[in-house]
T-cell receptor, first 115, second 113 residues
Framework: AQKITQTQPGMFVQEKEAVTLDCTYD???????LFWYKQPSSGEMIFLIY??????QNATEGRYSLNFQKARKSANLVISASQLGDSAMYFC????????????FGKGITLSVRP | DTAVSQTPKYLVTQMGNDKSIKCEQN?????MYWYKQDSKKFLKIMFS???????INETVPNRFSPKSPDKAHLNLHINSLELGDSAVYFC????????????FGDGTRLSIL
């Protein structure tokens, strides 16, 4: 079984600064994918970034990067140059290969960007 | 142009009623999902269909019945609605594989009075 842990209850960051949102995971599978989603107050789920378990380089997508530390089983999301529109809930999720390839989500972290 | 669309966006109904939520994706994905997001924002898989075949059914009461008429559509029918069914229900789709992101609809907020 897969497990995602997000323990930060809520995060605050000043506009234009960088922020790191923590995620640790647990699985016995060697092959897996890690994902981050953003859920703004409007409610939709927006895919941000993906990291594969065999990827040697950290994933980056614009202002988003994933700090992947496989030995520590952590996959932290780094948002650089925060914007007011980054205020949202952020979910870390995992997926393993196979027919039953669901996404297992963490509890989410609320990020508030201060002007 | 919407990739995954679900209707209705809001559903307010009385306890005991039967209701349906519809989902359609135009991404050409083989797999579709229903997730439930509870009041604490926790997201959990309910069902998954791969090319019209049910592959995941996660201990959901049998009042919930998914139906996939074709691989682009996955509907959710709920019988005898209960107060605890109040939640946001998300439809999603993807290709199979651990490296494939799932793309979500905008959600249906179900409120039981």
């Amino acid at each position: 079984a897969q497990k995602i842990t997000q323990t930060q209850p809520g995060m605050f960051v000043q506009e234009k600064e960088a922020v790191t949102l923590d995620c640790t995971y647990d699985t016995s599978d060697q092959s897996y994918g890690l994902f981050w989603y953003k859920q703004p107050s409007s409610g939709e789920m927006i895919f941000l970034i993906y990291q594969g378990s065999y990827d040697e380089q950290n994933a980056t997508e614009g202002r988003y990067s994933l700090n992947f530390q496989k030995a520590r089983k952590s996959a932290n999301l780094v948002i650089s140059a925060s914007q007011l529109g980054d205020s949202a809930m952020y979910f870390c999720a995992m997926r393993v290969p196979g027919a039953n390839s669901k996404l297992t989500f963490g509890k989410g972290i609320t990020l508030s960007v201060r002007p | 142009d919407t990739a995954v669309s679900q209707t209705p966006k809001y559903l307010v109904t009385q306890m005991g009623n039967d209701k349906s939520i519809k989902c359609e994706q135009n991404l050409g994905h083989d797999t579709m999902y229903w997730y439930k997001q509870d009041s604490k924002k926790f997201l959990k898989i309910m069902f998954s269909y791969n090319n019209k075949e049910l592959i995941i059914n996660e201990t959901v009461p049998n009042r919930f019945s998914p139906k996939s008429p074709d691989k682009a559509h996955l509907n959710l029918h709920i019988n005898s609605l209960e107060l605890g069914d109040s939640a946001v229900y998300f439809c999603a789709s993807s290709q199979p594989g651990a490296n494939q992101p799932q793309h979500f609809g905008d959600g249906t907020r179900l409120s039981i009075l």
